[in-house]
């Protein structure tokens, strides 16, 4: 069972590793700690926290293995802590599985703002018609099912296994159905915003968990089932 309000930190920076823990403490978690990616593997694991924090340069195995091992294993929200400039490092990142991600140096305000925004999303988790999902209705559209309480994705009866930000994303496309929705708009409801700015970085990670979307659907963006891209413009469900 996952501790309350437990988080994890894999840092090898002494400094940093303490001011994420403060600020992490601060918002009322339990938190522990590693110095590299194997270690920090295994607490998650161990107590499969509601957030993790993960450099990408760290000792032995390297931050994008920690995400994919991470990921494989947890449904934890996942940030990633980068000091590289290439932007095509931190949407590695978002490849291997996490939920978002802060280029370093990075304001305390700033993380706590992004988890914040996170923990107001539903957390992955399973519930069966015969512990309480049954009754509570579903999005469908040609095949495709979300449950949004049970947090369950079914593609023609097989069940899918999403990132969280995988399945809000989803979740927003089948309510909006064939309104077409802009990367601005994903990038805001991932916060769980109405307004606010977003970087050309995040539109580009909305780009990022939008191709994985597709890749766990099966589908082809030039021939898509479920998922239309709108070119200059956004998303949208295909026509019925």
């Known amino acids: 069972m996952p ?11 002494h400094d940093i590793r303490h001011l994420l823990a403060t600020v992490l403490a601060q918002a009322g978690f339990h938190v ?11 607490l998650v694991r161990e107590h499969d926290p509601l957030v993790t924090t993960l450099d990408l340069n760290m000792p032995g195995m390297d931050g994008f293995e920690a995400a994919r091992r991470i990921r494989a294993a947890s449904s934890t929200y ?7 400039t290439e932007e095509v490092d931190a949407l590695q990142g978002l490849e291997a599985g996490a939920d978002d991600y802060i280029a370093k140096p990075f304001r305390p305000r700033e993380l706590r703002a992004r988890i914040d925004a996170m923990l107001r999303r539903p957390r992955a988790h399973v519930l069966t018609p015969s512990n309480g999902g049954e009754g509570q209705s579903w999005l469908e559209h040609k095949g495709l099912r979300l449950h949004r309480q049970m947090h369950l994705v079914e593609a023609d009866g097989t069940q899918l296994e999403l990132t969280p930000s995988e399945f809000d994303l989803l979740a927003e496309l089948l309510s909006s159905r064939r309104l077409v929705r802009s990367k ?23 780009e990022v968990h939008m191709a994985n979307l597709r890749r766990k659907l099966g589908e082809s963006p030039s021939r898509p089932r479920w998922i239309e891209t709108v070119r200059g413009v956004g998303y949208r469900l295909t026509a019925d």
């Not at 996942?78 to 590289?84: K, N, P, Q, Y």
């Open 78 to 84: 996942l940030v990633i802590l980068t000091a590289r």
């Open 32 to 42: 522990r700690t590693a110095t590299d990616g194997a270690a920090g593997v295994a």
């Open 184 to 206: 601005t708009e994903l990038a805001l409801a991932l916060r769980g915003i109405a307004q606010g700015y977003v970087s050309d970085s995040d539109a580009r990670a909305i």
């Open 3 to 13: 501790e309350l309000r437990c988080a994890v930190v894999i840092e090898d920076e």
